[in-house]
């Protein structure tokens, strides 16, 4: 009986469960090591060589509210990063959640002293998808016509940084979804381009990190998490690791619970 | 008529673009540069996108004016609908036209912090609750192929979170194993597969065999 | 025009394809080549779920996901135009209730006039109302809350799932099945395909998406297209083999070639 | 941390609790909750695009003289005839015009992202020797297979043949590839997925609660 009931466990048990687990170590958090994954070392150190005098980078911001905090974490720490190499990034956003969000980042970063428009811009969001990409790439400098706050872009000294695509030493997009790094590929091949991923895009995107289509990855909230600890400034992304390495116990504990029970009952009932 | 203007559309809008990937320059006979009529055509296709999005917006603010007007079960929904759809219009398009008005930037950046970004971020953050309920009930090793992907899922999940390496450091080894080469395999065999039959899609909608789309010949 | 570098074999390849795929198409066509497709069990199974959806009396809900016409994505979108047409069709067949839920505003009115004349076509135009084809919302989750909630309220029967999709998939495989709903899904998304298979009764893997319109109607030319995909996939296989064989014992030829 | 006192920041976590509140049961919080959100994305959007008009269309083209934006005005007009039975014909230029763009832009890359580089990618050398000329079992294991796992999956997707025999025999192995590559994204996913409940806690347990 007991072994019946245990293959169907009510769903709400799973999500009162869930909640448990994760929030305890939320609370108190435990302090597991993380290990740091090479493609996020190709991020850190490709940013690491580039020159503050000549080199500009790309941070697309496409990644939605929802898959915000898989991917705004790495957005942070590579803004902040970039700041503190003084190297001026431009920050166009394929997604229509992109600006807001960039906007919360880029004020906590002027508190500090990015001067906006030569350190930074944010451009806002043009739509299309990929057909936005091709736009960008196509024309870096001149299709965003105002920025997010309402000025004129080509009047922006970081503007006159860049003409054409090939003169952004790095493109890093964090994204969480579509458009993604598939449209980068097709559409932007001689682009050193590096993707910060939604945890689900990870495996999809693997061939082409193989093939050297992707340069340097960060894997969802652990690579934000790997990134802080490079950078030697551990913050929010490193102390949810804990509720996360319980949460997967939680789930694998749950599956062999099942599948016990599973094997069990079919024992039991064929003697 | 009716139809060979719309296919003659598809058709050379197709093929110009198609072409801008292989080759630069003028476009044959004329003075036009292929590279920057690709770039306007797909500019043009935002433009008329965002057509399309008022289209469907009549769509569903008709839907629930019918609800409001027959007071129809939970109409008072259908009202909150439409408010907040006002709302969230009216504040952005006056945020556009006077940007310099503080107070109201400030609204709109309240609304979307406190209701448009939090409100999707609780529905993607449901996939955390639906993810542990999906492989507790799905994940039986029933039959060869169920026992397959629910021995990669274990391998991976332990693999891949930092406390597996402490219960046994092969885990992230074996994860690393399967996502680099198993993965890869998979995922390469379905990719070539997809593209052939996307391409062979889009070929026959250029063509103008598929036509489906079209509606009947009236 | 010039040739722009690095694209020549690309080139060739693009034409050398499409040749493949018209030859065999028009070889079809003619009376030549006589395909048959293979069992498509997901698809056999769409019937049976209509009609098990009209004997409890409750709705079907179809949704083609993303659903954009103007990505690299979009040939998913016009094979679940394929579906959709086959679906309401059969909806009309067995007089049974059908939801579109659409989340692209840029197909919206393609799959209105779509599901329109399908009705028309089947004598059944009164079927289609203003509610049967619903624009929710443009936003991922957005149209995520909206489609749950109709399987609730509604208290959908079969959701059938076909195009492209994103996170949302669990969300939608998830609240369906706790709604008791039966389900068949595919999509072209590979990131998403293992959670319609966890999740759903059926699942369409990769290819058969793109299959699926020629499978469900026997329509000439998308069986010719189909017999042409798979020479092509052939021709690929071949290619992969021989390009292995060369890189096993050192030579770049084609590795330099595929560079031109 | 203390409960929070500011009213956005409760309707900010009300709003998120009625819908989490789905999960337990269908209630009258989350349809709610489900509208406001259902309306405030609409609006959003709308929002959005009127401003992609105005930029992309209306501003080039009064102050600019940018003529031929007229086109894709046009075409985006031309959906509206659909409210005009007698004209309903005419949104299909502007539906057809979107196919086109669709159908150009995704063939090359098809081609050329897809089929080729990663058909290329397959093409490694079955065995593999290092400088010395010693070969490395593993990677020469992995390489192929890899290869024949890929080829496998190609089998598996021929449509005009019902396979018999051995062919039966490798399309069951490309299936089997394809289960463990399902096992392995669902695997990886799960990670990623407790990520965005936690970012959702934090601010429900941290900045509305205070509990954090």
Partial sequence: MIWKKLQDIDRRIIYTLMIVFLLYPMMFPIGIPIEIDATTKDVFNTLKALNPATDTVVLAASYSVGGAPDVGPQFDAVAKHLFELKIPFLVPSFVSDGPAQVERVLARLESLGLVYGVDAVNLGFITGGEAAVKAFVDNPRTVFIKDFRGNVVADLPIMQRVDKVTDLAYVLDFQTGNPGYADWIRQAPGVKYGAGLVTVSVPAAIPFVNSKQIVGMLKGLRGAAEYELLMERPALAVAKMDAQSLGHLLIVALIILGNTAHFVDKKLSKK | MRREIPLIITFVVGITLLSSYFFSGTIPGTTWVLAKVATDITGWGIIVTAFAAGLASVNLIRIHAEKIARKRQDW??????????????????????YPKNISMRTFSQNIFDNIYSPYGAAMFAILGFYVASASYRAFRARSFEASLLLGAAVLMMLGSAPIGVLLWNQFPIISGWLLNVVNSTGQRGINIGLAIGAFATAMRLLIGLDRGHLGSGE | ?????????????????????????????????????????????????????????????????????????SPQTFASFSVLTYVTSLVAKYD?????????????????????????????????????????????????????????????????????????????????????????????SMAQTPFFVAACDY?????????????????????????????????????????????????????????? | MSISTNPWVWIMGIGMVSLFS??????????????????????????????????????????KGRYSLLIPIFLGLLLYTRFFKRYAWLSRWATSFMIGIGVGISSFGMINAQLIRQASAAMMPFLVKDKLGVILWTRSANNTLMILGTLSVLVYFFFSYTPKGPVKEVTHFGRWVMMLTFGVAFGNVVMGRISLLLGAFERIFGTWLGLL
């Fill in chain 4, 22 to 63: 789905f999960i337990y049961k269908e209630n009258a919080a989350y349809r709610f909750f489900e509208h406001v959100f259902v309306g405030a994305a609409a609006g959003y959007f709308l929002q959005m695009n009127y401003v992609n008009i105005l930029d992309r269309a209306w501003i080039p083209l009064v102050a």
């Fill in chain 3, 203 to 260: 699942t369409l893997l990769g290819e058969e998406l793109y299959a699926s319109g020629a499978y469900l109607s026997q329509d000439v030319n998308q069986l010719g297209s189909i017999a042409g995909q798979d020479v092509v996939k052939l021709a690929t296989m071949l290619f992969i083999l021989c390009g292995a064989v060369l890189a096993t014992i050192g030579n770049p030829w084609l590795s330099n070639l595929l560079k031109k």
């Fill in chain 3, 1 to 73: 025009m010039i040739q722009i570098k690095g694209t020549l074999f690309a080139f060739y390849t693009t034409i050398t394809v499409a040749a493949i795929i018209f030859g065999v198409l028009w070889a079809t066509k003619s009376g030549k080549i006589v395909p048959h497709i293979r069992r498509i069990a997901g698809l056999d199974a769409i019937e049976e779920a209509i009609g098990r959806a009209t004997e409890m009396g409750r709705p079907v809900h179809y949704t083609m996901g993303w659903g954009p016409l103007t990505t690299s994505d």
């Fill in chain 2, 76 to 97: 008072i929904n259908s009202v909150a609908l439409v408010v907040s759809l006002a709302v969230f219009f009216v504040v952005g398009v006056y945020v556009k036209h």
């Fill in chain 3, 96 to 188: 049974a209730e059908l939801i579109v839920t659409m989340m692209s505003p840029q197909a919206f009115p393609l799959v209105q006039e779509l599901v329109r004349t399908s009705f028309m076509a089947a004598g059944k135009a009164d079927m289609f109302k203003e509610g049967t084809v619903r624009f929710l919302s443009e936003a991922q989750f957005a149209y995520a809350a909206g489609v749950i909630g109709i399987f609730h309220r509604d208290k959908v029967a079969a959701n059938l799932m076909f195009g492209y999709f994103m996170a949302e998939s669990l969300i939608f495989a998830e609240a369906a099945s706790q709604a008791g709903a039966i389900q068949i899904a595919g999509t072209g």
